[in-house]
C-alpha cells in the first residue's frame, strides 16, 4: 500500500504546501517508486513491477487491512537488482507431434552481479502469459538448457525467464522473443450434409502439417 495520510504536497489553491489524504495520495506514490525502479531496470515487465513491490512493504505475511504493506522505495530497487539475470540465446526448435523444445542458456549471476545461489526454475511465457516452469537447482546456472513442452497455439510469441527460490520469489527481466516454429492447420473445410443447418451432422475437416495432437 502507498502512504496514504498526512501527505505532504503542494496546495492547488495557492502556492503553498499542506497535508493531504486518500488514494490521490497514495497512488501518485506508487506510480512514483515503480517510476524509479524502472528508470534503473527498464526492461521489467508489469508482472515483475507487481512482485517488486509486493517484496517491499513492511507486512511479510500479507492481510487484509495492509495488504503486503507499506511499500518502501529503498528496499523495492534493493529487490529488483537481487533478481536473476535474464537467461540468453532463446530459440525454438520443432519437437514433433506437436511439441516444441526450448533451448536457452541459464544465468550465472544477479543483476546487482553475485553469484545465482539460489537458483530455482525456468518460466516460459506465451504471449506473455505463463505456459509452465520447469524446476533448476544452482548447479544449473551457466549451462545451455532445454526442455520440452505443448504449445497452446502456432505462431505465438515465447520468452522464458529465471526464478530463485526465495519465499516470494524474485524472477528475472525476459530473454529475447521468439516465434513458434509451428505453422497453422492449412485446407480447414466445413462440408454440410443435406440442409441441415450446423450441428450433429456437421463434419470437419483439418490437413495437419504433421501428426499432431489435437485439442
Known sequence: VGLGMNVYGAVSSNQGYGGFNGTSMSCPLIAGICALVLE?????????????I???GDTPIPNNDRGWGKVDAVKALTVASSAPAPPTAFSL?????????AHW???????????????????IYERGILLTSFTRSPGDT????????????????????AVNNESLPNESTPSNIVYSPLSAPS???VKLLGHDPL????????????PSPIT
Open 40 to 52: 534503473e531496470f527498464p526492461d521489467l515487465t508489469i508482472y515483475n513491477m507487481v512482485k517488486i
Open 54 to 56: 509486493r517484496k517491499s
Open 93 to 101: 526448435t520443432d519437437a514433433g507431434r506437436g511439441y516444441l523444445t
Open 105 to 123: 542458456t541459464n544465468p550465472i549471476a544477479n543483476v546487482d552481479g553475485t553469484p545465482l545461489d539460489d537458483f530455482d526454475a525456468i518460466n
Open 142 to 161: 551457466g549451462r545451455a538448457d532445454s526442455a520440452v513442452f505443448i504449445p497452446w497455439g502456432t505462431n505465438l510469441p515465447y520468452y522464458v525467464t
Open 187 to 189: 485446407n480447414f473445410s
Open 199 to 210: 450441428g450433429k451432422h456437421t463434419t470437419f475437416g483439418i490437413a495437419l502439417p504433421q
